[in-house]
């Protein structure tokens, strides 16, 4: 599976973006999906997550409410819709899959996930 994470930029404080991961090669609706993000100097963090279906999702706690993960298995689709962006948000994002979980499960680590997109930047301004 070929993930291709875009739809990142450059916003202001307050403005939203929607992030989308295709993948290409296979289909992945059977996998497991995830959102991560890495700000410079820091570690890379999971952001959120959705089971296979979309039956099961999870969210770092500090994002809920602001973030939006879902899925649109017949387009090979995942989204992530972020509103009130705050500089804090500014990183690189990732899209991670894995094809191992069960349909009930989510991982959380970065190291459980097998593939991976390539990126792409947020940039909010204050």
């Known amino acids: 599976v070929q993930l291709q994470a875009f739809g990142g930029g450059l916003v202001q404080a307050g403005g939203s973006l929607r992030l989308s991961c295709a993948a290409s090669?296979?289909?992945?609706?059977?996998?497991?999906v995830a959102w991560f993000r890495q700000a410079p100097g820091k570690e890379r963090e999971f952001v959120a997550g959705?089971?296979?279906?979309?039956?099961?999702?999870y969210y770092t706690e500090s994002l809920k409410g602001r973030f939006t993960i879902s899925r649109d298995n017949a387009k090979n689709t995942v989204y992530l819709q972020m509103t009130s962006l705050t500089p804090e948000d500014t990183a690189v994002y990732y899209c991670a899959a894995d094809d191992r979980a069960p349909y009930y499960d989510i991982f959380l680590q970065a190291s459980e996930y097998h593939y991976w997109g390539q990126g792409t930047q947020v940039t909010v301004s204050s």
């Open positions: 959705i089971t296979w279906g979309g039956s099961k999702i």
């Open positions: 090669g296979r289909t992945f609706s059977n996998s497991v």
